[in-house]
């Protein structure tokens, strides 16, 4: 069964500092994508990061960077430079690659809950 | 990126009762998701739904207790029917992000209490 972990139910970070939210997942597929999203408390789930698995190279958007480990089944998320309106739920969420079309079904962690300290 | 808006955005419903949630996509898509998320917990798909055809759902979840109508390209509904404080949850339909390949957008969510 495919599975999505993620073992840190709430992490803090001071403003302007670094932070590294943790995931691993299990799939015995080869191609599929990885997601990052974002639910803050007005409860809008929004698309932070994806990462393609045949790419060997971490996306990066602006401040939001991840840590891609295909061998080890894992996918960090850093945020740099943190924001107070980063404060939120991180959930890393998985979906296997069909060809010709989406299958829709996203796999969710239980979810990361960020606090940022001003 | 498509704009979801979902109505209502909350409700209070008293037990035995049913409650329609509405999903409208502002772009054409193929599929419509919809999603549970009890307090506290992560995401859970419910089922999902193309345009002229059954929904098909995932495994918990029947048709009887989860209704869904597709009635066309941007739109959908989900029915929780004869609820139970059990169903108290946020409710997320989303869509696939067409020519972005596996990637879903979400609406705002329905916050559902069944007193």
């Known amino acids: 069964a495919q599975t999505v972990t993620q073992s840190q139910p709430e992490m803090s970070v001071q403003e302007a500092e670094t932070v590294t939210l943790s995931c691993t997942y299990d799939?015995?597929?080869?191609?599929?994508?990885l997601f990052w999203y974002k639910q803050p408390p007005s409860r809008q789930m929004i698309l932070v990061i994806r990462?393609?698995?045949?790419?060997?190279q971490n996306a990066t958007e602006n401040r939001f960077s991840v840590n891609f480990q295909k061998a080890a089944k894992s996918f960090s998320l850093k945020i740099s430079d943190s924001q107070l309106g980063d404060a939120a739920m991180y959930f890393c969420?998985?979906?296997?690659?069909?060809?010709?079309?989406?299958?829709?079904?996203?796999?969710f962690g239980k979810g990361t809950k960020l606090s940022v300290k001003p | 990126s498509a704009v979801i808006s979902q109505k209502p955005s909350r409700d209070i419903c008293q037990r035995g009762t049913s409650l329609t949630i509405q999903c409208q996509v502002d772009s054409q898509v193929t599929m419509m998701f919809w999603y549970r998320q009890q307090p506290g917990q992560s995401l859970t798909l419910i089922a999902t739904a193309n345009q002229g055809s059954e929904a098909t759902y995932e495994s918990g979840f029947v048709i009887d207790k989860f209704p869904i109508s597709r009635p066309n390209l941007t739109f959908s509904t989900l029915t929780v029917s004869n609820m139970s404080p059990e169903d108290s949850s946020i409710y997320l339909c989303s869509v696939d992000g067409g020519a972005s390949i596996n990637e879903q957008f979400f609406g705002p969510g329905t916050r559902l209490t069944v007193l």
């Open positions: 969420a998985y979906v296997p690659q069909y060809y010709g079309g989406s299958q829709g079904n996203l796999i």
């Open positions: 990462q393609e698995a045949y790419k060997q």
């Open positions: 799939t015995s597929e080869s191609d599929y994508y």
